[in-house]
């Protein structure tokens, strides 16, 4: 490869630290923006440097960081919309735990049916196995365009527009993780499954003393994949709902963003941390994962 | 036996395939039907749609004659508006070229024994991890006319950034600017890496014995041996950039300053304006459009992966 010429590893080096330095910036003016406070950001000091108050605050007196330095975040956190509401409070930590309920629901279900589903295709000897595995496979080309309209008519028909199911629902049934865990299942010796069978193993058994443990790489992969989908979703939960104790993060968010008048930079920032930083703690935790379900994930094309 | 092998595998199959049958199947049937109707669905209930024919198709695609007072007679779209959503996506879309060979570039760099080699990777992979509302409010703070960081830095080389977001010639480019952040050193830069470490070494070892510079070995043998990969990503950023971009215009510009995404579009006339039978045949265009892309994309790789 390119690395077998001698290419000096200084250069190398440099050119990725620039990279990546690039690549990182926005991630770091986003922190200090949401540590400062209003007047800062209108202050004339150098902006892309932390801030000089901020700094020296934290060097008189490191204590200060925990008490005022974090002011946006308290005061996000508390942040409600006063409105009279049988549904509970409408604030910012609402959809903190909005958020983290519908990732954790789509995930969970994401995981339990298509591992349903993959099992049966892989495992499972049944007339029309081929025909309606196609099927699945056709609906891989079938744009969100498509679908979210009658979506949506078949949720207000059912009375479910600004309800939690609504937000949900759709975003469980995944043609996508039924094939990569088909993939893998496929990956399983016959011998393994049948001396089970010999042992009066059932297929739920198969299913779930063989297939789940032995796949877990699979499952880690769909379900990092699916909670970062369902944890960042926008447009489905934009479409069903429209009362804001129903919000997602990404919802709420845009609810502090003025579209001509300029917005409480810090506090937003404060806001799209919250957002973002969890992210970036799933991904950290579980990158292995997730190189694994692209390249299992590609081997559809 | 059938019957009861059937039985077991309706078991396994049934919570996917209720799901799929009322969230895949049904839609894309009633989708099709709807794109034939009109329907208000604030104003009237399910049972005032009502078949118009080919009206949507006609007023979204088609075009009519007008004679100017001068006595002219020229064609005029119907609906200039899709129109315009088309060309703005279009345009936007002009950026995947340059980012699949940013992302090529990455991975070549990566794709090194070297230390801390997976650093880097995290390093570039975290941008498409998180981007969503977050990191577009981010971008938005960026692009900030007065204090953005990307006009502050601008200011250091003395030249004066424009107002990003809120202007016509720059909107555009700053939204393919934040979304190449997103893109480039994310999946497609992984597959392109695994690509690499798929390239017997050999090759390159004989192309350096036949005297090929490094330029060389990267023209006529990396970038052949990757075109299969190549040609993957190209599909799917084809796909994903007709039908995405709702989100970043929505949330950045409001689809002003010739942001309006044809998804964009769609979702305006089908839940600002509640024009579903007309907002479905703009999904069926859309879907049109891509699929003949699809279609002739697959012909000409037909004809040029094979080697």
Same mark, same amino acid.
């Given at each position: 490869m390119l690395s077998r010429i001698k290419s000096g590893p200084v250069v190398v080096y440099g050119l990725l630290v620039l990279l990546a330095a690039s690549m990182l910036f926005p991630f770091y003016w986003m922190a200090i923006t949401s540590l400062k406070d209003k007047a800062d950001v209108f202050s004339t000091e150098p902006k892309l440097l932390p801030g000089r108050q901020l700094a020296e605050r934290v060097v008189d007196d490191p204590r200060w960081f925990f008490h005022s330095g974090?002011?946006?975040?308290?005061?996000?956190?508390?942040?409600?919309?006063?409105?009279?509401?049988?549904?509970?409070?409408?604030?910012?930590?609402?959809?903190?735990?909005?958020?983290?309920?519908?990732?954790?629901?789509?995930?969970?279900?994401?995981?339990?049916?298509?591992?349903?589903?993959?099992?049966?295709?892989?495992?499972?000897?049944?007339?029309?196995?081929?025909?309606?595995?196609?099927?699945?496979?056709?609906?891989?080309?079938?744009?969100?365009?498509?679908?979210?309209?009658?979506?949506?008519?078949?949720?207000?028909?059912?009375?479910?527009?600004n309800t939690y199911q609504a937000v949900i629902l759709p975003s469980v049934f995944t043609a996508y993780g039924t094939f990569m865990l088909r993939q893998f299942f496929l990956t399983i010796p016959r011998e393994i499954e049948d001396a089970a069978r010999i042992d009066g193993c059932s297929p739920l058994g198969l299913y779930w003393r063989i297939a789940l443990p032995l796949s877990t790489p699979a499952l880690?992969?769909?379900?990092?994949?699916?909670?970062?989908?369902?944890?960042?979703?926008?447009?489905?939960?934009?479409?069903?709902?429209?009362?804001?104790?129903?919000?997602?993060?990404?919802?709420?968010?845009?609810?502090?963003?003025?579209m001509y008048t300029d917005p409480d930079w810090p506090l937003l920032m404060a806001g799209s941390m919250v957002m973002?930083?969890?992210l970036i703690l799933v991904f950290i935790a579980g990158q292995r994962y997730f190189v694994e379900g692209i390249r299992l994930g590609a081997v559809k094309g | @036996? /059938?019957?009861? +092998?059937?039985?077991?595998? &309706?078991? *396994? =199959?049934?919570?996917?395939?209720? $799901?799929?049958?009322?969230?895949?199947?049904?839609?894309?049937?009633?989708?099709?039907?709807?794109?034939?109707?009109?329907?208000?669905?604030?104003?009237?209930?399910?049972?005032?749609?009502?078949?118009?024919?080919?009206?949507?198709?006609?007023?979204?695609?088609?075009?009519?004659?007008?004679?100017?007072?001068?006595?002219?007679?020229?064609?005029?779209?119907?609906?200039?508006?899709?129109?315009?959503?088309?060309?703005?996506?279009?345009?936007?879309?002009?950026?995947?070229?340059?980012?699949?060979?940013?992302?090529?570039?990455?991975?070549?760099?990566?794709?090194?024994? @070297? /230390?801390?080699? +997976?650093?880097?990777?995290? &390093?570039? *992979? =975290?941008?498409?991890?998180?981007? $969503?509302v977050g990191t577009m409010l981010l971008w938005m703070w960026m692009f900030n006319k007065d204090m953005g960081s990307i006009n502050q830095v601008l200011?250091?080389?003395?030249?004066?950034?424009?107002?990003?977001?809120?202007?016509?010639?720059?909107?555009?480019?700053?939204?393919?600017?934040?979304?190449?952040?997103?893109?480039?050193?994310?999946?497609?830069?992984?597959?392109?890496?695994?690509?690499?470490?798929?390239?017997?070494?050999?090759?390159?070892?004989?192309?350096?014995?036949?005297?090929?510079?490094?330029?060389?070995?990267?023209?006529?043998?990396?970038?052949?041996?990757?075109?299969?990969v190549t040609f993957f990503i190209f599909i799917i950023s084809i796909i994903s950039g007709l039908e995405g971009g709702f989100d970043a215009p929505y949330v950045m510009t409001g689809g002003s300053f010739g942001t309006t995404t044809v998804s964009l579009y769609l979702y305006r006339q089908g839940f600002e304006f509640f024009r579903m039978g007309y907002a479905s045949a703009v999904a069926w265009v859309l879907f049109l459009i891509v699929f003949l892309l699809t279609m002739i994309n697959w012909r000409l790789a037909e004809k040029r992966v094979e080697y």
């Open positions: 974090t002011d946006n975040y308290s005061q996000l956190l508390a942040w409600q919309r006063l409105v009279e509401s049988g549904r509970g409070p409408r604030g910012f930590s609402r959809f903190v735990l909005n958020t983290v309920f519908f990732a954790l629901a789509i995930t969970l279900g994401q995981v339990i049916t298509s591992s349903l589903a993959a099992f049966a295709f892989a495992r499972l000897r049944f007339p029309g196995r081929k025909q309606v595995f196609f099927a699945y496979l056709a609906t891989l080309m079938i744009p969100a365009t498509v679908t979210m309209i009658p979506s949506y008519i078949l949720l207000r028909e059912l009375g479910w527009v880690a992969a769909l379900s990092i994949v699916a909670f970062v989908g369902s944890w960042r979703t926008f447009m489905w939960p934009l479409i069903v709902s429209s009362t804001e104790d129903l919000f997602n993060l990404p919802l709420g968010l845009t609810l502090f963003r003025g973002t930083l969890p | @036996m /059938r019957s009861r +092998a059937l039985g077991i595998a &309706a078991l *396994f =199959l049934l919570p996917n395939l209720l $799901g799929f049958l009322a969230f895949t199947l049904f839609p894309v049937v009633a989708s099709f039907a709807l794109s034939f109707c009109r329907w208000d669905p604030v104003a009237e209930p399910v049972s005032a749609i009502e078949p118009v024919g080919l009206l949507n198709y006609v007023d979204l695609v088609g075009f009519h004659s007008r004679t100017d007072p001068g006595g002219q007679t020229s064609w005029v779209a119907n609906t200039p508006r899709f129109w315009e959503s088309l060309y703005n996506t279009v345009f936007m879309m002009l950026a995947i070229p340059f980012n699949m060979a940013a992302s090529l570039l990455l991975a070549v760099l990566l794709n090194r024994k @070297m /230390r801390g080699m +997976a650093i880097f990777r995290s &390093a570039f *992979f =975290l941008p498409s991890i998180t981007a $969503g200011a250091w080389v003395g030249i004066q950034g424009p107002d990003w977001l809120q202007s016509y010639f720059w909107a555009k480019p700053a939204l393919m600017l934040m979304a190449s952040w997103a893109g480039i050193g994310g999946v497609n830069m992984i597959l392109y890496l695994a690509g690499l470490q798929q390239i017997p070494r050999e090759l390159h070892e004989a192309a350096a014995l036949d005297g090929a510079g490094r330029w060389q070995q990267l023209r006529h043998v990396t970038v052949p041996m990757l075109l299969p």
